[in-house]
T-cell receptor
């Protein structure tokens, strides 16, 4: 059974910092890994999807990497802004069930 | 493509009442998922459908919960005899199945409060 862990649980940084959010998973036979953003009381917004054959994906100031051998993915946010404040969740899909398994998320606050 | 729609956005109900939520997936997505999320936790899988067939249910889905997707389009999630522990955000997601390389699209969720 896939288990996903996210570290840190919470992060507070000043505006402009580059930061890294971590996601670890136990089943290296992962099909894909997806990063989401969730604002308080809202649904999930997809940020990046990394296929098992890929090492990284980029969108604007976001870059996500995937290392199946070590069971890790990272989300890199460059030049953070207050508008980046949200909870970031990663979800891995593995096995034959096509069911994403989520971590608990990292709650990010970027202060001006 | 109007995204995944969930209705209602918020529901407050008294303990013991039945509630029903609706999810309309993206039209060409044949797989539909229900998740539950409580404060400070990640979404937890409840059940999923491929077309109209319910393929898997989590142990979290007690006998008081039932989900349907009668025509392989929209889905409903019903909770009978609600309890305070059912208070959570209920999220629906859809994906174009058949291949495992597509990303999942989530709706805005239904926030249930049981008083």
């Amino acid at each position: 059974k896939q288990e996903v862990t996210q570290i840190p649980a919470a992060l507070s940084v000043p505006e402009g910092e580059n930061l890294v959010l971590n996601c670890s998973f136990t089943d290296s036979a992962i099909y894909n890994l997806q990063w989401f953003r969730q604002d308080p009381g809202k649904g999930l917004t997809s940020l990046l999807l990394i296929q098992s054959s890929q090492r990284e994906q980029t969108s604007g100031r976001l870059n996500a990497s995937l290392d199946k051998s070590s069971g890790r993915s990272t989300l890199y946010i460059a030049a953070s802004q207050p508008g980046d404040s949200a909870t970031y969740l990663c979800a891995g899909v593995s096995g034959g069930s096509y069911i994403p398994t989520f971590g608990r998320g990292t709650s990010l606050i970027v202060h001006p | 493509d109007t995204g995944v729609s969930q209705d209602p956005r918020h529901k407050i109900t008294k303990r013991g009442q039945n509630v029903t939520f609706r999810c309309d997936p993206i039209s060409e997505h044949n797989r539909l998922y229900w998740y539950r999320q409580t404060l400070g936790q990640g979404p937890e899988f409840l059940t999923y459908f491929q077309n109209e067939a319910q393929l898997e249910k989590s142990r979290l889905l007690s006998d008081r919960f039932s989900a349907e997707r009668p025509k392989g389009s929209f889905s409903t999630l019903e909770i009978q005899r609600t309890e305070q522990g059912d208070s959570a955000m209920y999220l629906c997601a859809s994906v174009k199945g058949g291949q495992r390389n597509y990303g999942y699209t989530f709706g805005s969720g239904t926030r249930l409060t049981v008083v």
